[in-house]
């Protein structure tokens, strides 16, 4: 990991491991499948439900801070806690939940590399047990919008030529399929991908024990194929923004571009945007 810009938002499992009963730290794991937690989990470890907590109920967006301050309140998360996130699909959802606590501006933020599949490929303990942490009175200062696009900044990235890279499967990108078959309630009247998109499935950032790839194969991916260069103002998309949070954290921290969005709206949004321009092969 020494390699990674930033190697201090990856911890192993040996870490987490070594730090369950730390006070200063809040293990949450962040899974697709929420029901995950409740087979077993991390001991200590409590639970992030990324659509029923994380997103607000009535609109399409995030919940608002005082609903964040407070759900971090009852989580026993401080201002000053350092939170790990793993889950389930090479830490897709942890990478999501890591990206919205982000925008909430929650600075001690970090991975445990391999995820749910390492922990238990390695014969780590699980549990069922649910944790009880105190109260605490969590504040948001300041909430990080740079770090997230919206349909009129996609639309002038397309314009003005600028980098932006679909993550999604290359039979979406390509439009031979409107969604991913587990997600028909996230589909589009079209399919296809915004002009200039480059497609870089966000799984190549894996290796198959869930783990990220070292800086080496990254950047032969998005330097080397992509042609991605320092300084480049980057939009990452998907179907919802979860899988394209996987990519945002690779570019981000591990390879270090200091200019990444993440456009949450992604392709539920552009592909049913009237009069915008989508392109197919």
Same mark, same amino acid.
């Given at each position: 990991m020494a390699k990674y810009t930033?190697?201090?938002?990856?911890?192993?499992?040996?870490?987490?491991?070594?730090?369950?009963?730390?006070?200063?730290?809040?293990?949450?794991?962040s899974n697709e499948d929420i029901l995950l937690y409740d087979i077993g989990h991390v001991p200590r470890a409590v639970k992030t439900d990324w659509q029923g907590e994380l997103q607000d109920q009535l609109i399409r967006d995030y919940i608002n801070v005082e609903k964040f301050e407070k759900l971090m309140s009852e989580k026993g998360i401080a201002n000053d806690t350092a939170v790990v996130f793993y889950g389930d699909k090479n830490n897709w959802w942890a990478c999501y939940a890591f990206w919205t606590f982000k925008l909430f501006g929650h600075e001690k933020c970090m991975v445990m590399n391999g995820g749910r599949q390492k922990w238990i490929a390695e014969n780590r303990p699980l549990t069922k047990d649910v944790p009880s942490y105190p109260r605490t009175n969590y504040k948001v200062s300041q909430v990080n919008e740079s770090i997230r696009a919206f349909r009129d900044n996609a639309m002038k990235h397309t314009n003005a030529k600028k980098p932006l890279i679909d993550v999604r499967s290359p039979k979406e990108y390509t439009g031979e399929l409107l969604h991913m078959e587990a997600y028909p309630q996230e589909g589009a009247l079209r399919g296809g991908h915004i002009p200039g998109a480059k497609n870089v499935p966000?799984? #190549? *950032?894996?290796? !198959?024990?869930?783990?990220?790839?070292?800086?080496?194969?990254?950047?032969?991916?998005?330097?080397?194929?992509?042609?991605l260069k320092r300084g480049d103002n980057i939009i990452a998309y998907c179907r919802i923004g979860e899988r394209s949070s996987h990519t945002w954290f690779v570019l981000t921290y591990l390879l270090g571009y200091k200019r990444v969005r993440n456009y949450d709206g992604s392709w539920t949004e552009w592909g049913n945007?009237? #009069? *915008?321009?989508? !392109?197919k092969p």
């Open positions: 930033h190697p201090e938002v990856l911890v192993s499992t040996q870490w987490v491991s070594e730090h369950l009963n730390d006070p200063t730290i809040r293990i949450v794991e966000w799984a #190549r *950032a894996a290796n !198959e024990d869930g783990t990220f790839k070292s800086a080496n194969d990254l950047k032969a991916i998005y330097q080397g194929e992509v042609g945007l009237v #009069r *915008a321009p989508i !392109e």
